[in-house]
């Protein structure tokens, strides 16, 4: 018994933790986990790999501190059936991206790329010659030309006899963007050139319409990641490459996959070159809260006269598994599950093929709830039998307790000795429960994870399946919706069907827990909250069936 009273005070204790940690958040101050922010003077070098890269776009910085000032050339618009594109002619770079079937609260489209005073979210390429010359880059006007039948644009830069092509195409209903570059060289030497291709980001959190959509009560990473055959998938810390501690896979030779990409919740960028030529990652701090990852393909020699292709893409749109797996090996990644990915992937595919059939996202979250509730049946159906015999002889320990105070080896005696005879095991209710945890985590990950739940309704009051339950706050001037406060009476329920301690403090803990996580539960999407109301709902319909069929058969003491 002192082992569950020191387990229940140690999930008490975390649990306040955590929800002071989430309160200091919300409120905006620093989190306790979170290391201390870097001073306003701290711009790290340049990686001694990436010096030969330019950085400032056009004569000034492109850092949000300068963007107000920012050149920009004329801007070409570049739409398909999903996504529409805004590309400046100077430099050739992506600055707008509007993801046209995924809206805002305003029903305005979702802005991706962005590169104004408020954000800084773009892509671009350009090349670099081994011998330090200056080749058409981000930082040179390119003369566009628009191939409406192709759905096309060509931009054209010429700068010290080498000529560089980069053709966007947009095909229907499609989130890639072909993006071929065709480099030729007309000086009359030979030339060794590095085509580069990457993606530029500050390090705020994801917002729309100036809204922090995430919660500041879980978190999503926000940042690059990059993936190779040999290393695959790995996310890099914005503060790890503050720090210099950023690890990059080593060059990658001709015929290995690798693409680099800027995660946030629910959407991702990335650059994927072909396998043709020899490749090198990185990631950098530009400038200060300004961030790029990319990729450099080392062309092959070109002779004068000679040109060669890199037909790279570029994927800007929703982490849907189904359409990432088939663009680049590993990309599907980029909807990260964490370590319970083995578990993440099978359990959405359930879910998906379960909405396939009900055509709707919060019934199909109920239908797989019950699923994996009927899979673990044996373990919830042992674990609540051990609860209901403990609570059966709860009156015997009370009594031990007292006839054996002050007298803790002999009450431990009598303890172990009743165990013995009425075969319990006062831990056999935790072992089942610790089996499933996996599972419901994965589930929780899945459904966090998942841009299939954004703007999905379920029923009635519940229009978007990712943001929380506010029914009363319209009335209350709250966050509060009736999905958390039956969540906080489901759990208070499952309490009292528990056994209660013998403490008297510790009981009292019990109780409070319901209130402590409802008040969490107010700021967590309904879809979540949806799901732990349908398992501890079906928890209870369990339990209170075992309890019933063991309290009916109590033995004397």
């Not at 890639?176 to 990457?198: C, F, G, M, P, W």
């Not at 969540?487 to 329920?493: C, D, H, L």
């Given at each position: 018994?002192?082992?569950?009273?020191?387990?229940?005070?140690?999930?008490?204790?975390?649990?306040?933790?955590?929800?002071?940690?989430?309160?200091?958040?919300?409120?905006?101050?620093?989190?306790?986990?979170?290391?201390?922010?870097?001073?306003?003077?701290?711009?790290?070098?340049?990686?001694?790999?990436?010096?030969?890269?330019?950085?400032?776009?056009?004569?000034?910085?492109?850092?949000?501190?300068?963007?107000?000032?920012?050149?920009?050339?004329?801007?070409?618009?570049?739409?398909?059936?999903?996504?529409?594109?805004?590309?400046?002619?100077?430099?050739?770079?992506?600055?707008?991206?509007?993801?046209?079937?995924?809206?805002?609260?305003?029903?305005?489209?979702?802005?991706?790329?962005?590169?104004?005073?408020?954000?800084q979210y773009f892509a671009r390429t350009g090349?670099?010659?081994a011998s330090g010359l200056e080749l058409p880059?981000?930082?040179?006007?390119?003369?566009?030309?628009?191939?409406?039948?192709?759905?096309?644009?060509?931009?054209?830069?010429?700068?010290?006899?080498?000529?560089?092509?980069?053709?966007?195409?947009?095909?229907?209903?499609?989130?890639?963007?072909?993006a071929k570059h065709v480099i030729k060289n007309?000086?009359?030497?030979?030339?060794?050139?590095?085509?580069?291709?990457?993606?530029?980001?500050?390090?705020?959190?994801?917002?729309?319409?100036?809204?922090?959509?995430?919660?500041?009560?879980?978190?999503?990473?926000?940042?690059?990641?990059?993936?190779?055959?040999?290393?695959?998938?790995?996310?890099?810390?914005?503060?790890?490459?503050?720090?210099?501690?950023?690890?990059?896979?080593?060059?990658?030779?001709?015929?290995?996959?690798?693409?680099?990409?800027?995660?946030?919740?629910?959407?991702?960028?990335?650059?994927?070159?072909?396998?043709?030529?020899?490749?090198?990652?990185?990631?950098?701090?530009?400038?200060?809260?300004?961030?790029?990852?990319?990729?450099?393909?080392?062309?092959?020699?070109?002779?004068?006269?000679?040109?060669?292709?890199?037909?790279?893409?570029?994927?800007?749109?929703?982490?849907?598994?189904?359409?990432?797996?088939?663009?680049?090996?590993?990309?599907?990644?980029?909807?990260?599950?964490?370590?319970?990915?083995?578990?993440?992937?099978?359990?959405?595919?359930?879910?998906?093929?379960?909405?396939?059939?009900?055509?709707?996202?919060?019934?199909?979250?109920?239908?797989?709830?019950?699923?994996?509730?009927?899979?673990?049946?044996?373990?919830?159906?042992?674990?609540?039998?051990?609860?209901?015999?403990?609570?059966?002889?709860?009156?015997?320990?009370?009594?031990?307790?007292?006839?054996?105070?002050?007298?803790?080896?002999?009450?431990?005696?009598?303890?172990?000795?009743?165990?013995?005879?009425?075969?319990?095991?006062?831990?056999?209710?935790?072992?089942?429960?610790?089996?499933?945890?996996?599972?419901?985590?994965?589930?929780?990950?899945?459904?966090?994870?998942?841009?299939?739940?954004?703007?999905?309704?379920?029923?009635?009051?519940?229009?978007?399946?990712?943001?929380?339950?506010?029914?009363?706050?319209?009335?209350?001037?709250?966050?509060?919706?009736?999905?958390?406060?039956?969540?906080?009476?489901?759990?208070?329920?499952?309490?009292?069907?528990?056994?209660?301690?013998?403490?008297?403090?510790?009981?009292?803990?019990?109780?409070?827990?319901?209130?402590?996580?409802?008040?969490?539960?107010?700021?967590?999407?309904?879809?979540?909250?949806?799901?732990?109301?349908?398992?501890?709902?079906?928890?209870?319909?369990?339990?209170?069936?075992?309890?019933?069929?063991?309290?009916?058969?109590?033995?004397?003491?």
């Amino acid at each position: 018994m002192d082992i569950r009273k020191t387990l229940l005070w140690a999930i008490f204790t975390i649990s306040a933790i955590l929800l002071f940690d989430s309160w200091q958040k919300h409120s905006g101050q620093p989190s306790l986990f979170s290391p201390s922010p870097a001073k306003e003077t701290a711009v790290i070098a340049p990686a001694a790999g990436n010096k030969d890269l330019p950085k400032a776009v056009g004569a000034t910085s492109a850092a949000p501190t300068a963007t107000a000032n920012q050149k920009t050339g004329e801007i070409i618009t570049l739409k398909n059936d999903v996504l529409e594109l805004e590309i400046d002619t100077l430099g050739g770079a992506i600055v707008k991206a509007r993801l046209l079937k995924h809206l805002e609260e305003d029903k305005s489209p979702v802005l991706l790329f962005d590169r104004s005073k408020e954000r800084q979210y773009f892509a671009r390429t350009g090349l670099v010659a081994a011998s330090g010359l200056e080749l058409p880059n981000h930082t040179q006007v390119f003369t566009a030309t628009k191939n409406s039948a192709a759905n096309a644009i060509v931009l054209t830069a010429e700068k010290n006899g080498v000529r560089l092509e980069k053709t966007y195409t947009l095909n229907k209903d499609s989130y890639v963007v072909d993006a071929k570059h065709v480099i030729k060289n007309i000086s009359a030497q030979n030339l060794e050139a590095t085509l580069y291709a990457e993606i530029v980001r500050d390090g705020g959190r994801p917002s729309f319409n100036g809204k922090v959509e995430e919660s500041s009560f879980y978190s999503t990473f926000t940042g690059p990641a990059v993936y190779t055959e040999a290393d695959k998938f790995n996310k890099v810390e914005f503060t790890d490459i503050e720090k210099g501690k950023a690890k990059i896979p080593g060059t990658q030779v001709p015929g290995q996959a690798a693409w680099v990409a800027m995660i946030q919740h629910y959407f991702t960028s990335a650059w994927i070159p072909s396998s043709t030529y020899q490749k090198d990652l990185y990631v950098e701090m530009l400038e200060k809260n300004q961030y790029r990852v990319g990729v450099k393909s080392k062309l092959d020699a070109l002779g004068v006269g000679q040109e060669k292709t890199e037909a790279l893409k570029l994927f800007v749109g929703p982490q849907e598994e189904k359409v990432l797996e088939n663009i680049a090996p590993g990309l599907e990644l980029v909807k990260d599950y964490g370590w319970l990915t083995i578990l993440a992937k099978p359990i959405f595919w359930l879910l998906e093929k379960i909405h396939g059939v009900v055509n709707n996202w919060g019934w199909a979250i109920i239908l797989l709830t019950v699923l994996i509730k009927l899979v673990f049946f044996p373990l919830s159906a042992a674990s609540y039998k051990s609860m209901a015999r403990m609570k059966e002889v709860q009156p015997r320990l009370l009594e031990m307790k007292e006839r054996y105070k002050g007298e803790p080896q002999k009450l431990n005696q009598a303890m172990m000795e009743m165990y013995r005879k009425e075969k319990i095991n006062p831990l056999g209710g935790c072992f089942p429960v610790l089996i499933q945890i996996p599972v419901f985590i994965a589930l929780y990950w899945v459904l966090l994870a998942s841009v299939e739940m954004r703007a999905a309704p379920w029923v009635g009051w519940i229009e978007d399946l990712s943001k929380p339950d506010t029914l009363f706050g319209v009335w209350l001037g709250a966050p509060i919706g009736l999905l958390p406060i039956l969540m906080a009476v489901s759990m208070f329920i499952q309490t009292k069907l528990n056994p209660t301690p013998p403490d008297p403090i510790q009981a009292k803990l019990m109780m409070l827990m319901p209130i402590a996580f409802s008040f969490m539960f107010f700021f967590f999407p309904s879809g979540l909250v949806l799901y732990w109301v349908v398992n501890n709902v079906l928890s209870i319909a369990q339990q209170w069936q075992i309890n019933k069929i063991y309290g009916g058969s109590k033995k004397p003491a």
